[in-house]
């Protein structure tokens, strides 16, 4: 199946700084999508971005569907951008289904 | 329009008692997944509905858990019983579109689950 692989696994950031997250993946895909998973548990969607640069407020994504690999920007993080970043690609399951298959994270840690 | 809820938000059972967790995906979505995340490793996909048919159930762990879309709207996992190795967070998406390209999965907020 499709690996993917997110880095880094974890990142420490005093609030204000700016960071890059990173997602490789194996095989060329039709979907792939960055979600937040706050301290609470909940995952939140971020961006739907299969190619191509997005932005919303303070992140912005950028999907290079050739080379396989996306990239989550965020600027002047806040203590509130804490959690599990995960990015997860549409692979095909073999067992009837697409499906996404998502990245082990990378745990983030705003300090004020 | 409403996004895909799940009940209950937290639920917090002992080992050997049944939990049942609901999903309601997005009007007009004909495909619903479950997927979930335990002991911190990452998500893992469990089964996929398209409309009240099992489209894809190999990430079922095993006969303890029960999924169901009666009629093709919501959907229910059972697990019974339940075990410590299933706390977690389980998270329910669906999407429009079926195939090579679902287009865009949306996700509910998940449904965390602590079994003691």
């Known amino acids: 199946g499709i690996q993917v692989e997110q880095s880094p696994p974890d990142l420490i950031l005093q609030e204000g700084a700016n960071s890059t997250l990173r997602c490789n993946f194996s095989?060329?895909?039709?979907?792939l999508q960055w979600f937040h998973q706050n301290p609470w548990g909940q995952l939140i969607n971020l961006f739907y971005?299969?190619?191509g640069t997005k932005q919303n407020g303070r992140l912005s994504a950028t999907t290079v569907a050739t080379e396989r690999y996306s990239l989550l920007y965020i600027s002047s993080s806040q203590t509130t951008d804490s959690g599990v970043y995960f990015c997860?690609?549409?692979?095909?399951?073999?067992?009837?289904?697409?499906?996404?298959?998502f990245g082990k994270g990378t745990k983030l840690s705003v300090i004020p | 329009e409403a996004g895909v809820t799940q009940f209950p938000s937290h639920s917090v059972i002992e080992k050997g008692q049944t939990v049942t967790l609901r999903c309601d995906p997005i009007s007009g979505h004909d495909n619903l997944y479950w997927y979930r995340r335990v002991m911190g490793k990452e998500i893992k996909f469990l089964l996929h509905?398209?409309?009240?048919?099992?489209?894809?159930e190999s990430g079922m762990p095993n006969n303890r858990f029960l999924a169901e879309r009666t009629g093709g709207t919501y959907s229910t996992l059972k697990v019974q019983p339940a075990e410590l190795e299933d706390s977690g967070v389980y998270f329910c998406?669906?999407?429009?579109?079926?195939?090579?390209?679902?287009?865009?999965?949306?996700f509910g907020e998940g449904s965390r689950l602590t079994v003691l």
């Open positions: 509905f398209v409309k009240e048919s099992k489209q894809d």
């Open positions: 971005i299969p190619s």
């Open positions: 998406a669906s999407s429009q579109d079926w195939g090579a390209d679902t287009g865009e999965l949306f």
């Open positions: 095989d060329s895909v039709n979907n």
């Open positions: 997860a690609v549409e692979g095909y399951s073999g067992a009837g289904s697409y499906q996404l298959t």
